[in-house]
């Protein structure tokens, strides 16, 4: 069930229009054509500025690969990614590399997303170098002490490597990484899901600070019902590389209409 903007809606920052990600999954046999495995068949949804979309669905649903599609990290077979109207979708890296300004991630791995032989310093001022190389060496640390400030972190952690830290506190350095160049969208991929439960509230709240504080966007990629319900404004529900159905929380949660979404929400655990 494709997501389409009314005609009342505020402009899109983000809309993806019947994306496609297709893998060859085996050459042709006597003539038959190529075989493809279809990790994302025909997805399209909008994201408004300062919203946050909820993307739930099982593992292999071809939830993650919507997100690296989106920042070039999953090739895309068919279909557009418009920014502000623009397609993006199919630009060669070179003219792409402007919009990662706009577009970052945050991994679901806190472990395997950092350098492990880098400093803090060096991990979340790379983009300072990348983006903005007017700046100079001190003004560059300056800026990493003051986003170790805003996630939660000590200014002396900078000098740190990612093993000295906690899965939580990585999670802060990669929240940290992705604000580093004044993003408008962030792409979550499972923020929460390698994290203690305590931990996972706290990134939330922060998520949700940040979100207020900046008018930022985010695409919450998640398996959790609970945590999606709790951060999202629309909720999409994939399966097999297709939204099967898209709503508000509200009819998501409370009204169902699509066999795979009253699966997903029998399974949640009941305190009952």
Same mark, same amino acid.
């Given at each position: 069930?494709?997501?389409?903007?009314?005609?009342?809606?505020?402009?899109?920052?983000? !809309?993806?229009?019947?994306?496609?990600? &297709? #893998?060859?999954?085996?050459?042709?046999?006597?003539?038959?054509? %190529?075989?493809?495995?279809? +990790?994302?068949?025909?997805?399209?949804?909008?994201?408004?500025?300062?919203?946050?979309?909820?993307?739930?669905?099982?593992?292999?649903?071809?939830?993650?690969?919507?997100?690296? +599609?989106?920042?070039?990290?999953?090739?895309?077979?068919?279909?557009?990614?418009?920014? !502000?109207?623009?397609?993006?979708?199919?630009?060669?890296?070179?003219?792409?590399?402007?919009?990662?300004?706009?577009?970052?991630?945050?991994?679901?791995?806190?472990?395997?997303?950092?350098? %492990?032989?880098?400093?803090?310093?060096?991990?979340? =001022?790379?983009?300072?170098?990348?983006?903005? %190389?007017? #700046? @100079?060496?001190?003004?560059?640390?300056?800026?990493?002490?003051?986003?170790?400030?805003?996630?939660?972190?000590?200014?002396? &952690?900078?000098?740190?490597?990612?093993?000295?830290?906690?899965?939580? /506190?990585? /999670?802060?350095?990669?929240?940290?990484?992705?604000?580093?160049? @004044? %993003?408008?969208?962030?792409?979550?991929?499972?923020?929460?899901? +390698?994290?203690?439960?305590?931990?996972?509230?706290?990134?939330?709240?922060?998520? /949700?600070?940040?979100?207020?504080?900046?008018?930022?966007?985010?695409?919450?990629?998640?398996?959790?019902? =609970?945590?999606?319900?709790?951060?999202?404004?629309?909720?999409?529900?994939?399966?097999?590389?297709?939204?099967? !159905?898209?709503?508000?929380? !509200?009819?998501?949660?409370?009204?169902?209409?699509?066999? #795979?979404?009253?699966?997903?929400?029998? +399974?949640?655990?009941?305190?009952?």
């Amino acid at each position: 069930m494709p997501e389409t903007p009314s005609p009342s809606s505020p402009p899109s920052l983000l !809309e993806v229009r019947d994306l496609k990600v &297709h #893998y060859p999954a085996g050459s042709g046999f006597l003539g038959h054509s %190529p075989r493809f495995f279809k +990790a994302v068949d025909g997805v399209s949804f909008v994201i408004h500025s300062g919203k946050t979309i909820g993307l739930v669905g099982e593992s292999g649903s071809g939830k993650t690969t919507v997100g690296r +599609a989106i920042i070039h990290l999953a090739p895309i077979s068919g279909g557009a990614i418009l920014w !502000e109207g623009r397609n993006i979708g199919q630009l060669p890296e070179n003219s792409f590399r402007p919009f990662r300004k706009h577009i970052q991630m945050i991994f679901q791995d806190p472990y395997g997303s950092l350098n %492990p032989r880098l400093t803090i310093e060096t991990i979340v =001022g790379e983009a300072f170098e990348v983006h903005f %190389p007017q #700046y @100079s060496k001190a003004e560059r640390r300056d800026r990493v002490v003051d986003l170790m400030r805003q996630v939660g972190l000590k200014p002396d &952690h900078i000098r740190r490597y990612p093993h000295e830290f906690s899965g939580g /506190q990585r /999670q802060r350095i990669g929240i940290a990484r992705a604000l580093a160049v @004044s %993003p408008r969208l962030i792409i979550c991929d499972e923020p929460v899901s +390698a994290l203690d439960v305590s931990v996972q509230a706290q990134i939330i709240n922060l998520l /949700q600070d940040l979100q207020e504080q900046y008018h930022l966007s985010y695409l919450f990629i998640g398996h959790d019902l =609970g945590v999606i319900e709790h951060v999202s404004d629309r909720v999409l529900v994939m399966n097999q590389g297709k939204i099967v !159905e898209s709503g508000d929380c !509200e009819s998501i949660y409370r009204s169902p209409q699509h066999p #795979y979404t009253r699966k997903l929400l029998d +399974a949640v655990p009941s305190l009952a």
